[in-house]
């Protein structure tokens, strides 16, 4: 069963860095694309950055684009998340998401139905 297991939330303030982890077990972490949503408090999950298996084909949402950075590690089975000039509405829970159809992944990759497995998520608070 493939598990993924989201670490680095925090509390930080307002234009600092965080880098968000996801590690993946119980599957074929290299051929797999990846995605990182979140879900601010009282608001829906929405779509926060994406990568193809190799990294060839990335994709982000234009509230975050300029700011956070996606890629992998495909020997360590992890995705990351590198957070910078963060803000106050970046304030949510993290999530990263795969599906073992890299396919649907790629067809939709902001869609959070494209994926099939969820890690639990991690919080991430921005203080002004």
């Known amino acids: 069963q493939l598990q993924l297991v989201e670490s680095g939330g925090a509390l930080v303030q307002a234009g600092g860095s965080r880098r968000l982890s996801c590690a993946a077990s119980?599957?074929?972490?290299?051929?797999?694309?990846m995605g990182w949503f979140r879900q601010p408090p009282g608001k829906e999950r929405e779509f926060v950055a994406a990568?193809?298996?190799?990294?060839?084909?990335?994709y982000y949402a234009d509230s975050v684009k300029g700011r956070f950075t996606i890629y992998r590690d495909n020997a360590k089975n992890t995705v990351y998340l590198q957070m910078n000039m963060l803000k106050v509405e970046d304030t949510a829970v993290y999530y990263c998401?795969?599906?073992?159809?890299?396919?649907?992944?790629?067809?939709?990759?902001?869609?959070?139905?494209?994926?099939?497995?969820w890690g639990q998520g991690t919080q991430v608070t921005v203080s002004s």
């Open positions: 998401a795969t599906n073992n159809d890299w396919r649907t992944v790629v067809a939709a990759p902001r869609t959070p139905n494209a994926y099939k497995y």
């Open positions: 119980g599957g074929t972490f290299s051929s797999y694309a």
């Open positions: 990568i193809t298996w190799s990294g060839g084909s990335i």
